[in-house]
């Protein structure tokens, strides 16, 4: 959830050598009782500190629920989620579920917008940073909420897509929860992965971990991966990447706060992306392994589909 404002390595890094061992790493949790203080806490503190309104905003996460669920419908990260569901051949009658949704507003969102099937798989039922305020809503009412993950488990029907956003970088073991998800997805059903968090090194991950907002200061449990290890770990388990949306597309909208107005340039360059996510998503494959191989092999780390603003899996026979 917490990703939108940490996307980029800052001015030198920290020095492993020195500073890794005064790292919290051990006692990092995964709390949302901890998560759900921190945020009130934040949105408490936003009333005279106009940066920290800025950052609660980035993340949909200001104290006016309403506002921010309005906000992230018309938002142009869900403009261009939409139209990629779309692209891939997601039909308004499939049975979509969000999967770690935290506040829930992606899945509202896309009940707001036509999908009639939208489910949302979140542990959490704390006000903010879960699914309190959502179900509240008179307009998620038709929405299937599951808190229990035993409980989702069980529900027979699966599922045509599955949604995750900001999530998968919170598995501890991201092949054994891939693996949950694929039980419950039907054959040749898409997982559709936005917004993870990237490492490429050591360096790379430290700082960022270093410098999250929440994660030190609060010992909020945060790991960056390299893109690869994404893959590999999900594919392992019966995936296979399909396509690879990278960064640059849509004003990077996807991956960070980004609202301006894309310009005509952006929109053409945007047209001639979704004719190859289209036409030959493969292709987009293919230049995900390059940027891994040119980045492993000879350390030219290019960083576009190696950070990939969405990744798109396919389930496989097995």
Excluded at 37 to 48: D, G, K, M, N, Y
Excluded at 84 to 111: H, K, N, Q, T
Excluded at 209 to 216: G, K, L, Y
Aim: with cysteine.
């Amino acid at each position: 959830m917490l990703r939108a404002f940490t996307r980029h390595v800052v001015g030198g890094g920290i020095d492993p050598s020195v500073e890794v061992d005064s790292l919290n790493i051990f006692g990092l949790e995964e709390s949302p009782a901890k998560l759900e203080a921190v945020i009130t806490e934040q949105q408490s503190l936003a009333q005279r500190d106009e940066s920290i309104q800025a950052l609660l905003a980035s993340i949909y996460l200001r104290a006016d629920r309403a506002a921010d669920f309005a906000c992230y419908r018309r938002s142009r990260d869900f403009e261009v989620t939409v139209k990629l569901l779309e692209l891939f051949g997601v039909r308004r009658s499939d049975r979509i579920c969000e999967v770690g949704g935290g506040p829930g507003f992606l899945a509202w969102a896309l009940l707001q917008s036509g999908f009639f099937h939208v489910e949302l798989l979140e542990p959490s039922d704390y006000f903010n940073t879960g699914t309190g305020y959502l179900k509240t809503r008179p307009d998620a009412a038709g929405m299937v909420i599951h808190r229990d993950l035993a409980d989702w488990h069980a529900t027979s029907a699966p599922f045509d897509v599955v949604v995750t956003k900001n999530c998968i970088h919170h598995f501890k073991n991201l092949s054994h929860s891939a693996s949950a998800i694929l039980q419950k997805m039907r054959k040749d059903a898409l997982w559709f992965s936005f917004r993870e968090w990237f490492a490429d090194s050591p360096r790379e991950l430290y700082t960022l971990i270093a410098t999250h907002p929440f994660c030190q200061r609060y010992g909020l449990y945060e790991w960056p991966y390299p893109a690869h290890h994404y893959v590999e770990a999900i594919e392992i388990a019966g995936f296979k990447l399909a396509a690879v949306v990278p960064s640059g597309y849509a004003n990077n909208c996807l991956s960070c706060f980004a609202e301006e107005p894309f310009s005509a340039t952006e929109r053409i360059e945007m047209a001639g992306m979704e004719r190859v996510l289209e036409a030959s998503p493969s292709r987009t494959v293919s230049s995900f392994w390059a940027e891994v191989d040119a980045g492993r092999r000879k350390g030219r780390f290019a960083r576009r589909y190696t950070r990939a603003q969405m990744m798109l899996f396919r389930r496989i026979e097995i």
